[in-house]
């Protein structure tokens, strides 16, 4: 069946760090790949999507490039703020979520 | 603005007393789902609806279940609830094209959160 593995948090990093969120997946066919974000006590939120190979999403300074070869969907984001700290959630086909990476940006 | 609305955002119940917990939507879209998401964990599906037709998880208790009124409305029904049943409860809502299952984005509403006592 299809799954989705992210890296384990919580990921701490300082104001204006570079971040990567690693997900990769297991699917047949050619699913669409998804990033949500959760805030304390909020649903989850659409934070960028990809629905095909080689396309790239991004969002709000956040990008990740659907990559079949590897079957990876990385999150980045350049320069991380206070305000990103939250709850990331890698997603297929948006039925399969992974587990969840929290983001903890300290000023 | 077109959007998912849950109420209410929190609900206390008692051990083993009916629950229901509801879900609307102004966006139109013709499929709705429930999640489960337990304290730091991945939301888990419990069913959805695509239009009027009924898709439970094949793991979803038999003490959840759910109605679908119309478009708009769903609701999840706890029939007994159980302290392991303590958790928020995420309503969605996508836009589903039999040619292209499941690949729209969905939406989500705020959450309940449920505590059983």
């Known amino acids: 069946g299809n799954s989705v593995t992210q890296m384990e948090g919580p990921v701490t990093l300082s104001e204006e760090a570079f971040l990567t969120i690693n997900c990769t997946y297991t699917a047949t066919g050619y699913p669409s790949l998804f990033w949500y974000v959760q805030y304390p006590g909020e649903g989850l939120q659409l934070l960028l999507k990809a629905t095909k190979a080689d396309d790239k999403g991004s969002n709000k300074g956040f990008e990740a490039t659907y990559r079949k070869e590897t079957t990876s969907f990385h999150l980045e984001k350049g320069s991380v703020q206070v305000s990103d700290s939250a709850v990331y959630f890698c997603?297929?086909?948006?039925?399969?979520f992974g587990k969840g990476t929290m983001l903890l940006v300290s000023p | 603005d077109a959007m998912v609305i849950q109420n209410p955002r929190y609900q206390v119940t008692q051990f083993g007393k009916p629950v229901t917990l509801s879900c609307s939507q102004t966006?139109?879209?013709?499929?709705m789902y429930w999640y489960q998401q337990k304290s730091s964990q991945a939301p888990k599906l419990l069913f959805h609806?695509?239009?009027?037709?009924?898709?439970n998880e094949a793991d979803t208790p038999d003490n959840f279940q759910s109605r679908r009124p119309n478009t708009s409305f769903c609701f999840l029904d706890i029939r007994s609830p159980g302290l392991g049943d303590a958790a928020m409860y995420l309503c969605?809502?996508?836009?589903?094209?039999?040619?292209?299952?499941?690949?729209?984005?969905?939406?989500f509403g705020p959450g309940t959160r449920l505590l059983v006592l």
């Open positions: 609806y695509y239009d009027k037709d009924f898709n």
């Open positions: 966006l139109n879209h013709n499929v």
């Open positions: 969605a809502t996508s836009r589903g094209d039999w040619r292209a299952e499941f690949r729209e984005t969905q939406y």
């Open positions: 997603a297929l086909n948006p039925l399969t």
